[in-house]
């Protein structure tokens, strides 16, 4: 019988599972920091990163589209994380057309549209499916702060103190709106695929937004943080985008996991999201 060759991917993928968990935490720190700066010298533009984000985000709901167009079923989704989706997309597609109308803003109006689609079938055409004892992390743990927070800190620029705040909350409720979503895949403990891609998708996508604001931070020697305002805004920019992408860091962890071993379903263990 032959033995099974690894591949040199695989064979260092065998021992990063070794590892103990604070081995893990280091490597994945480094390996952070080794995209960021990979990022910065491939990529001259870093604007484009952020365009990059919010196309990554787009695939992810068009998987999402097509789980729900295929399979007929919307099991495992969270319709919360998706209506906190919603929310933020609207703010900050609001914010686009009084503030900054851009390419972002084409982004968002799609994003926005696909994204009420995936509402609309998971409230009405998929009910039957939709697991709503699985779904249940209260909206107001997460709708409150980042209402509070918005309301004082925000940015101080010229613009009207609503459109300042409208901003400063579609920032706090993009950095938290996936949680739902976690707390499904915590309830279930298994996520198939679809969703899981979709998930993964979220993860990259929240990982080269806060890419992009870092690397512009580092590239303006922090005169981009003199240039979002003064106060708490500039820090909490970075820390919502920071946020976010741990948020995800673990799942992302297991995705990967589960596609090196050929696992179709991924299974996540206890304590994971």
């Given amino acids: ?16 599972r070794r590892q103990p968990p604070k081995v893990k935490a280091f490597l994945a720190v480094v390996t952070g920091m080794a995209a960021l700066v990979l990022l ?17 985000h787009s695939i992810g709901i068009c998987v999402l589209i097509y789980k729900l167009m295929k399979e007929k079923t919307c ?29 972002h803003t084409i982004l968002d109006l799609a994003t926005l549209g696909t994204t009420l689609w995936v509402i609309f079938m998971i409230r009405f055409n998929l009910r039957a499916s939709y697991m709503e004892d699985k779904d249940n992390f209260p909206l107001y743990y997460v709708l409150a702060p980042c209402v509070v927070l918005a309301v004082f800190i925000h940015p101080s620029t010229s613009h009207h ?23 499904v895949m915590q309830n279930t403990k298994i996520v198939e695929p679809f969703t899981a891609h979709y ?25 981009l943080l003199v240039a979002l305002g003064y106060g708490f805004w500039p820090s909490m920019v970075l820390i919502s985008e920071i946020v976010q992408t741990f948020i995800l860091a673990d799942f992302c962890y297991y995705y990967v996991q589960s596609v090196f071993g050929g696992q179709l379903v991924l299974r996540l263990p206890s304590g994971v999201v």
């Fill in 40 to 56: 910065r010298f491939i990529v001259h533009d870093h604007d484009n990163l952020f365009v990059a984000a919010e196309a990554v």
């Fill in 75 to 103: 099991a495992g989704l969270s319709l919360k994380s998706q209506e906190l989706t919603a929310i933020f997309l609207a703010v900050r597609l609001y914010c686009s057309f009084v503030m900054e109308y851009d390419i």
């Fill in 161 to 183: 103190i609503l459109n300042r705040i409208s901003w400063a909350l579609c920032v706090y409720l993009e950095a938290v709106s996936v949680l739902p979503q976690l707390r």
């Fill in 199 to 223: 998930v993964f998708a979220l993860g990259v996508a929240r990982f080269l937004s806060c890419a992009h604001w870092v690397l512009q931070v580092v590239d303006t020697r922090g005169r």
């Fill in 1 to 16: 019988m032959k033995a099974t060759t690894k591949t040199p991917i695989h064979a260092v993928w065998s021992w990063v």
